[in-house]
Nanobody, 124 residues
Framework: QVQLKESGGGLVQAGGSLRLSCAASGRTFTNNPMAWFRQAPGKEREIVAASSGNGGSTYYADSVKGRFTISRDDAKNTVFLEMNNLRPEDTAVYYC?????????????????WGQGTQVTVSS
């Protein structure tokens, strides 16, 4: 059974930093894309960042470019999201996702594997 488990969320002041982790179990995703999405109350789920298999290519939403960094430790079957200079508008539940193949997608419908989410709250 494939499981993705996020950790690292919490409450932080604007300008602060958090590091999210997502550990996969049940299969390896070394050569497969992994991504981070987020969903704020009353809004649709949106992509934040994505990494192709082996991390050769990455994508960032315009709203987080220069502040967030996605990375992966394939030996540990884990993907990270380093978030710096956080803003109140970054407040959301953050989800880790994975898919088969080699290339990431910006559509949440293309990811069959999801974690349960971790809450990130940024106070002003």
């Amino acid at each position: 059974q494939v499981q993705l488990k996020e950790s690292g969320g919490g409450l932080v002041q604007a300008g602060g930093s958090l590091r999210l982790s997502c550990a996969a179990s049940g299969r390896t995703f070394t050569n497969n894309p992994m991504a981070w999405f987020r969903q704020a109350p009353g809004k649709e789920r949106e992509i934040v960042a994505a990494s192709s298999g082996n991390g050769g290519s990455t994508y960032y939403a315009d709203s987080v470019k220069g502040r967030f960094t996605i990375s992966r430790d394939d030996a540990k079957n884990t993907v990270f999201l380093e978030m710096n200079n956080l803003r109140p508008e970054d407040t959301a539940v953050y989800y880790c996702a994975a898919r088969d193949g080699a290339f990431y997608s910006r559509s949440n419908e293309r990811y069959p594997y999801w974690g349960q989410g971790t809450q990130v709250t940024v106070s002003s």
